[in-house]
């Protein structure tokens, strides 16, 4: 069946890096654009980065333009986010998405906290 699970959340001091990893199975992996997507309690999820589905375009939230980098490794079935430069304001839960035209599909999550 189709999964994302995601990866390589965790708690991490400002200023610090993290690399999350969404690991996919069950669907045509190479088809699809990728994005990571954040949400915190009481307020609308929020999109970080996109990738297509070739690698060659990216696209970032002005928040994170210049800290975060998305990439993908279409051998490994694999999309990562790279995390430089952490702010409080980045600590949610940060979710993968799979889409190629009306399907979709979503990870889990996985926590990420930036707290001294």
């Known amino acids: 069946q189709v999964q994302l699970v995601e990866s390589g959340g965790g708690l991490v001091q400002p200023g610090g890096s993290l690399r999350l990893s969404c690991k996919a199975s069950g669907f045509t992996f190479s088809i699809y654009a990728m994005s990571w997507y954040r949400q915190t309690a009481g307020k609308e999820r929020e999109l970080v980065a996109s990738i297509t589905s070739g690698g060659a375009k990216t696209n970032y939230a002005d928040s994170v333009k210049g800290r975060f980098t998305i990439s993908r490794d279409n051998a490994e079935n694999t999309v990562y986010l790279q995390m430089n430069s952490l702010k409080l304001e980045d600590t949610a839960v940060y979710s993968c998405?799979?889409?190629?035209?009306?399907?979709?599909?979503w990870g889990q999550g996985t926590q990420v906290t930036v707290s001294s």
């Open positions: 998405k799979a889409q190629w035209g009306w399907a979709h599909y």
